[in-house]
């Protein structure tokens, strides 16, 4: 039977367009994304979810990673770590996920081995101290972890961080004899994660390390907790908490007349918590890993537009958790572009492609993210520290910068 030219070019004209739409089909990679958006750590953990997603789209929309695009999926694991185990497994068997962002400490460190053995990067973050070494050289370290990474320093080297700028503040009050410092928070992987790392270091600095104050991560009474921080002594108290936990620990210390110089974890100070608290903020010291959204450095351009892939008005102020996301979702972005030219987007490549630059900050995003620098032997991808002091007095919230630290990477401190 013969065709017609006609029908012969029909026929290739339907062939042609059905490649090429495989082809588009498979010109994506995807990426899974786990988020607290309910559970105990969603008052943060919804920002930091917003500069995840809001990054991967206006990828998307510009690009992708040199014209592939990023096929994502954000679950709400409510902080449970079976859920986040059970999301693990159903994107790498059903959809071939070739990177991961994730969430909590918990969940994250429950993944260890699953996404070594399966080749999957994942930027969590978790910033534990567990999760930066990849070979497992350091007895301290509870699994290696080799696909495992993170942008910022670790709970345990920013809790090291403000122990430095503690004792520099006590000497420079001429405060006489040992200060006193406590760990202070739920008796959870999270709050946990720096405890021993920086009881240790602040031993080493000549604190007097109190035994550690346990409060729940949800809000509740803390006064019992708050007497007990009054009758220790303690001048320097870590919180390991967040959200509506630091709220109900700051306002049961004022009521009871607690005087003690607060110092919290990353997600433990922004704007929004201090406005919640009000008038009980008070020098309230914590570290950060980007600027502020107001600041004026020539990355924040990329950022604000970026913003506006969730609030077309541009009108939103972020805060810093946010911005985090934001470099969280780049520096896998050009990890995978070093992967795509480097044999393909692949888990191993992508792993690669975080080695691959030194001093590293993503295109556009100069004055944000830091500069970072992760080896196959160390992901601690940053040793510096910015600290901050917030305040809220008739009805404003200031912060203003005190320090910055740049820690040592001490071979002792990997992993721990």
Same mark, same amino acid.
């Given at each position: 039977?013969?065709?017609?030219?006609?029908?012969?070019?029909?026929?290739?004209?339907?062939? /042609?367009?059905?490649?090429?739409?495989?082809?588009?089909?498979?010109? $994506?990679?995807?990426? =899974?994304?786990?988020?607290?958006?309910?559970?105990?750590?969603?008052?943060? @953990?919804?920002?930091?979810?917003?500069?995840?997603?809001?990054? &991967?789209?206006?990828?998307?929309?510009?690009?992708?990673?040199?014209?592939?695009?990023?096929?994502?999926?954000?679950?709400?694991?409510?902080?449970?770590?079976?859920?986040?185990?059970?999301?693990?497994?159903?994107?790498?068997?059903?959809?071939?996920?070739?990177?991961?962002?994730?969430? =909590?400490?918990?969940?994250?460190?429950?993944?260890?081995?699953?996404?070594?053995?399966?080749?999957?990067?994942?930027?969590?973050?978790?910033?534990?101290?567990?999760?930066?070494?990849?070979?497992?050289?350091?007895?301290?370290?509870?699994?290696?972890?080799?696909?495992?990474? +993170?942008? =910022?320093?670790?709970?345990?080297? %920013?809790?090291?961080?403000?122990?430095?700028?503690? #004792? $520099?503040?006590?000497?420079?009050? @001429? %405060?006489?004899?040992?200060?006193?410092?406590?760990?202070? *928070? #739920?008796?959870?992987?999270?709050?946990?994660?720096?405890?021993?790392?920086?009881?240790?270091?602040?031993?080493?600095?000549?604190?007097?390390?109190?035994?550690?104050?346990?409060?729940?991560?949800?809000?509740?009474? +803390?006064?019992?907790?708050?007497?007990?921080?009054? %009758?220790?002594?303690?001048?320097?108290?870590?919180?390991?908490?967040?959200? =509506?936990?630091?709220? %109900?620990?700051?306002?049961?210390?004022?009521?009871?007349?607690?005087?003690?110089? +607060?110092?919290?974890?990353?997600?433990?100070?922004?704007?929004?918590?201090?406005?919640?608290?009000?008038?009980?903020?008070?020098?309230?010291?914590?570290?950060?890993?980007?600027?502020?959204?107001?600041?004026?450095?020539?990355? &924040?351009?990329?950022?604000?537009?970026?913003?506006? &892939?969730?609030?077309?008005?541009?009108?939103?102020?972020?805060?810093?958790?946010?911005?985090?996301?934001?470099?969280?979702?780049?520096?896998?972005?050009?990890? /995978?572009?070093?992967?795509?030219?480097? *044999? @393909?987007?692949?888990?191993?490549?992508? $792993?690669?492609?975080?080695? #691959?630059?030194?001093?590293?900050?993503?295109?556009?995003?100069?004055?944000?993210?830091?500069?970072?620098?992760?080896?196959?032997?160390?992901?601690?991808?940053?040793?510096?520290?910015?600290?901050?002091?917030?305040? +809220?007095?008739?009805?404003?919230?200031?912060?203003?910068?005190?320090?910055?630290?740049?820690?040592?990477?001490?071979?002792?401190?990997?992993?721990?």
């Amino acid at each position: 039977m013969k065709l017609s030219k006609l029908t012969l070019a029909t026929l290739s004209a339907v062939t /042609m367009m059905a490649a090429n739409s495989a082809a588009a089909k498979e010109d $994506k990679v995807f990426v =899974g994304h786990l988020a607290d958006m309910s559970g105990p750590t969603a008052f943060v @953990g919804k920002e930091y979810a917003d500069g995840v997603r809001d990054a &991967m789209a206006y990828i998307n929309a510009n690009g992708g990673i040199k014209g592939t695009g990023l096929d994502f999926e954000t679950v709400d694991y409510a902080y449970k770590v079976p859920q986040a185990i059970a999301s693990y497994k159903k994107w790498k068997s059903r959809k071939k996920m070739v990177a991961m962002q994730g969430w =909590g400490t918990a969940d994250t460190e429950a993944l260890i081995s699953f996404v070594a053995r399966d080749k999957i990067p994942v930027y969590s973050a978790s910033y534990s101290g567990h999760l930066t070494d990849p070979k497992g050289k350091n007895p301290h370290t509870k699994k290696p972890a080799p696909y495992n990474f +993170f942008y =910022g320093a670790s709970y345990s080297d %920013s809790c090291r961080a403000l122990v430095q700028w503690a #004792a $520099k503040d006590w000497k420079d009050k @001429g %405060s006489k004899g040992k200060p006193k410092f406590t760990h202070i *928070g #739920a008796n959870h992987p999270f709050p946990n994660a720096p405890k021993a790392a920086c009881a240790e270091y602040a031993t080493e600095l000549g604190f007097d390390v109190q035994p550690s104050v346990v409060i729940s991560m949800k809000p509740g009474d +803390f006064k019992a907790q708050c007497l007990s921080l009054k %009758s220790s002594g303690t001048h320097y108290g870590y919180i390991g908490n967040l959200g =509506g936990s630091v709220m %109900s620990l700051i306002k049961s210390c004022n009521t009871v007349g607690t005087d003690i110089q +607060f110092m919290s974890n990353i997600w433990g100070g922004d704007r929004k918590i201090f406005e919640a608290i009000g008038e009980g903020v008070k020098d309230y010291i914590f570290p950060t890993m980007t600027p502020f959204w107001d600041s004026n450095v020539s990355g &924040m351009k990329l950022v604000k537009n970026i913003s506006k &892939m969730s609030d077309s008005s541009g009108t939103k102020s972020r805060p810093h958790h946010y911005i985090r996301g934001v470099c969280s979702a780049y520096y896998m972005k050009e990890a /995978m572009e070093w992967a795509k030219d480097n *044999g @393909g987007i692949t888990g191993a490549n992508v $792993k690669k492609g975080m080695y #691959a630059t030194q001093n590293w900050v993503p295109k556009g995003l100069e004055g944000v993210c830091l500069p970072a620098t992760w080896k196959d032997d160390d992901h601690r991808g940053i040793a510096e520290v910015n600290i901050y002091k917030g305040n +809220f007095d008739k009805d404003n919230v200031s912060i203003e910068q005190v320090d910055t630290v740049s820690l040592e990477r001490r071979a002792d401190w990997l992993g721990y």
